[in-house]
């Protein structure tokens, strides 16, 4: 098993920025890539961000230029860093990974607030 803690997230104002981190503690050696979701108000959870072992990253066409994701497989922790967020980027970010274990489900973490207000 995999256990994933949050932090960071907040409010912020348009054009600003804000950082998140996720730390997975456990069965980490099971761990390949590890990534952001996020759920806006009123609709489905949809891909942010990921980032495997070996450095490939994949981005939402909507976050491409604004948002960066960033791994520490020594400290087994994620980083997703936001600038010039949007009112459209409001929404819970859950963190994720995933096993190279194909019969193991994706590990989540329990969410953060994310809201870009004026």
């Known amino acids: 098993q995999v256990q994933l803690v949050e932090s960071g997230g907040g409010l912020v104002q348009p054009g600003g920025s804000l950082g998140l981190s996720c730390a997975a503690s456990?069965?980490?050696?099971?761990?390949?890539?590890m990534g952001w979701y996020r759920r806006a108000p009123g609709k489905q959870r949809e891909l942010v961000a990921t980032?495997?072992?070996?450095?490939?990253?994949n981005y939402a066409d909507s976050v491409k230029g604004r948002f960066t994701i960033s791994r520490d497989n020594a400290k087994n922790t994620v980083y997703l860093q936001m600038k010039n967020l949007q009112f459209e980027d409001t929404a819970v970010y859950y963190c994720?990974?995933?096993?190279?274990?194909?019969?193991?489900?994706?590990?989540w973490g329990q969410g953060t607030q994310v809201t870009v207000s004026s």
């Open positions: 994720n990974a995933r096993s190279w274990r194909p019969w193991d489900n994706p590990y």
């Open positions: 456990g069965s980490t050696s099971t761990i390949n890539s």
């Open positions: 980032a495997t072992d070996g450095g490939s990253t």
